[in-house]
């Protein structure tokens, strides 16, 4: 059974860092592209930062210059590092996937297995 679990969500104040993960069960996440996207209440979800087998990044404007995705083979995880967060980044994070393996750009579109998610709060 293909299972993503993301951690490392909490609440944090403006100007803050956090690192969230992303790990699976069920196959190896260092074939396929991962995305992370966020839903804040009220708003649908969006794209944040995926990054495709290759290991190129991509992000949405507004986080650009402050989070970095990265993967660890080693440990089969891919990492969404935050910094300067801001109240606007509140919200569950996911990762998802839609299990192509071998592709050199990543995307946010076509997903088919995800996380739970993990909480992202950020107030003073």
């Known amino acids: 059974q293909v299972q993503l679990v993301e951690s490392g969500g909490g609440l944090v104040q403006p100007g803050g860092s956090l690192r969230l993960s992303c790990a699976a069960s069920?196959?190896?996440?260092?074939?396929?592209?991962i995305a992370w996207f966020r839903q804040a209440p009220g708003n649908e979800r969006e794209g944040v930062s995926c990054?495709?087998?290759?290991?190129?990044?991509d992000y949405t404007d507004s986080v650009k210059d402050r989070f970095t995705i990265s993967r660890d083979y080693a440990n089969h995880t891919v990492y969404l590092q935050m910094t300067s967060l801001k109240p606007d980044d509140t919200g569950v994070y996911y990762c998802?996937?839609?299990?192509?393996?071998?592709?050199?750009?990543?995307?946010?579109?076509?997903?088919?297995?995800w996380g739970k998610g993990t909480l992202v709060a950020v107030s003073s």
């Open positions: 990054i495709s087998t290759t290991g190129r990044p």
């Open positions: 998802a996937t839609d299990l192509i393996p071998g592709t050199a750009f990543c995307s946010y579109v076509g997903m088919t297995s």
């Open positions: 069920g196959f190896s996440l260092d074939y396929y592209r």
